[in-house]
């Protein structure tokens, strides 16, 4: 059963197009990786995703119920590309700040989960860049959600942080939430166990890493997507 379902999603911004009509399924207990160029709408579709969007046409549906709804508020983490945390207050207070906004609980788990337990009381702004990632990325296990949508939580982090913050995307998965990653970086694409390949806002093709570079006969993932784009022209 799909966590996710996107029905013939239409953005306009301006007079630019950036969704023409996307459809596509998210499934739980699976880490799916949103992959394509910048600009190619991945951020425009998570929007959408957790019902920030305003959206033209179609639907989106998030664990049987529309996007942004109520009562998917506890159910739903979403962690945007800059830190979503406030740089005056420490870690902890972050969390509890968050905690008690959305009437969950979990503070000091999340904070182990992440292992920020040396700098819990720091001031956020203190920290550094890889550490703020992960104050941010802890809001987001607040309460055990459902689903995490996640905009390039890895941009800019060195490769053992990013190692490890996908070591935790694949035990959320594996833990039954519905994990949604957006990357431009192809090599990151097989850590997932579904992609979702975006150009210029249409869907050019889905699957496991491994059927999308068999279906290309590509070496690896920068080819495959290569070809794909080729083949859509």
Known sequence: MAAIEVKDLRVVRGERVVLPGLSAEIAAGRVTGLLGPSG????????????VQIVAGGSV???????GSPSLRSRVAYITQAPSVYADLTVRENLRYFAR????????????TVGLESHADAVVDRLSGGQKARASLATALLGTPDVLVLDEPTVGQDPLLRRELWDEFRALAEGGAAVLVSSHVMDEADRCDELLLLRDGDLLSTGTPAELRERTHARDLDEAFLRLVEEAA
């Open 101 to 112: 906004v959305l009437g969950v609980g979990g503070v000091d788990r999340a904070i182990e």
């Open 61 to 67: 549906r998030v664990l049987g119920e529309p996007a």
């Open 40 to 51: 190619s709408g991945k951020s425009t579709l998570m929007r959408a995703i957790v019902g």
